[in-house]
């Protein structure tokens, strides 16, 4: 069905979750005097959306494991690839403030939004 076990997806979620409190932590120490106010908030919405769809990728691959389906296997993919469009571009949008980087943030929004109905989706139908 999948290349990937869904072991790996756990442990995927996991680490990107861990990388999440280290961001967390870095800017709440060691970014506060080098960025602006906005660059700050722009960093610490990256980090809180990196950590909601890391416990949602981690969630999904929990579940593949009991059940794995092709649309679980999407969610996953689909949560990653937010993480590195949505919080990818606002990390880097915060870091250089190049506003270019902000062109990305809604196809990352689009994947984590993707996400979600392919989770949902699974759960409707092993409901049915």
Known sequence: MTG????RWTAAGAGLAGLAVLAGAFGAHWLRDL???????TFE??????????LALTLAGH??????TRLLEWSCRLF??????????LYLLAF?????????TPLGGVAFLAGWCCFGLSAMRRAA
Request: no cysteine; net charge positive; glycine share 8%.
């Open 96 to 104: 250089t403030g190049t506003r270019a980087f902000g062109a990305i």
């Open 45 to 54: 919405t990256a980090v809180r959306y990196q950590m909601y769809h890391a």
């Open 80 to 89: 990653v690839l937010g993480i590195i469009l949505f919080s990818g571009s």
């Open 63 to 68: 579940r593949m494991s009991r059940r794995p």
């Open 35 to 41: 960025m602006s106010d906005a660059a700050i908030a």
């Open 4 to 7: 990937h076990l869904p072991e």
